[in-house]
């Protein structure tokens, strides 16, 4: 799908066209989000990808990918940007039009939030090879 871009007034400073380029790309992907709810296409699809990489690695990404869907879109945004796409906190805060220190607490909530996700995923997992039953 192709989407034609255009603005009367685009920013001729690098930090702001960038901002104003990844709030564009943040709203198209806000409204992919609402339109498909595509999580098991998605996990299908990694699985079949990944036929060569051990079951081990496969799962680990599935969970992450689970945890990660299961947090708030204020929280995928700032992860998305903060950790994945590499922004800085300012730039985040610009993306987003939110101050930097409620992007960092965003940021420190929502690894808080991964990483209990994904404690309880291990968790069940663990359990559920020890008695040899399918979590």
């Known amino acids: 799908m192709v989407a034609l871009i255009s603005a009367s007034d685009v920013p001729a400073a690098e930090p702001a066209f ?13 409204d992919r989000v609402r339109a498909n709810r ?3 296409v ?9 036929s060569g990489v ?3 690695t496969v799962e680990r990404h599935l969970a992450v990918r689970d945890a990660f869907s299961q947090l708030s879109v204020e929280h995928q945004e700032v992860l ?11 730039e985040t805060g610009d993306v987003l039009s939110i101050p930097g220190g409620t992007v960092m607490s965003r940021v420190a909530r929502a690894r808080q939030r991964l990483f209990e996700l994904l404690s309880d995923e291990a968790a069940v997992s663990e359990n559920c090879r020890r008695h040899d039953i399918e979590p």
């Open 42 to 50: 998605l996990h299908r699809h990694i699985a079949e990808s990944v």
């Open 18 to 30: 960038r901002a104003w380029l990844f709030r564009i790309v943040r709203n198209l992907w806000v």
């Open 54 to 56: 051990a079951e081990a």
């Open 80 to 90: 998305a940007l903060v950790d994945i796409a590499g922004f800085s906190y300012k």
């Open 38 to 40: 595509r999580r098991d």
